[in-house]
């Protein structure tokens, strides 16, 4: 039985989340809106719950499920099994709030008339850079 981890994140926005793992190759993500159970790659469940989860058969074979637990705080806790913390690393959780910043830019930026002028993205860093232009009316 493999062991869950947990990794703080600054996320919270649980629909801008889900688009990000369906940007990142998950097809199917559950959202909840209270925790729901975790499973091994048994099959077996485990008391870990989260409300985002990607179940174990989008994730690879001999998998966990991936969850992501609401904190107290609002906030978002990755919950990756020291098994797939070997491809689920901190890397792939740096992509993912990398994707968040950027979604959550771009929502500011229409909620307050900016249109995007220009986006680059370092490609050795994956440091995504916006700059932004007031909408005239």
Do not use: C
């Amino acid at each position: 039985m493999s062991h869950y981890t947990k990794v703080r994140t600054t996320i919270t926005d649980q629909k801008r989340l889900v688009t990000v793992l369906n940007d990142l190759g998950f097809p199917e993500v559950e959202s909840h809106s209270s925790p729901t159970h975790l499973y091994g790659y048994q099959g077996d469940r485990r008391p870990e719950k989260a409300e985002v989860v990607v179940r174990r058969r989008h994730v690879g074979s001999a998998s966990n499920d991936l969850g992501f637990h609401r904190t107290a705080d609002g906030t978002f806790e990755a919950i990756i099994s020291g098994f797939d913390r070997r491809k689920y690393d901190a890397g792939w959780l740096k992509k993912v709030s990398q994707r968040y910043g950027r979604l959550t830019a771009l929502a500011f930026a229409e909620d307050n008339g900016f249109d995007i002028a220009a986006e680059e993205t370092d490609r050795r860093t994956g440091e995504v850079r916006l700059t932004l232009r007031r909408t005239t009316i």
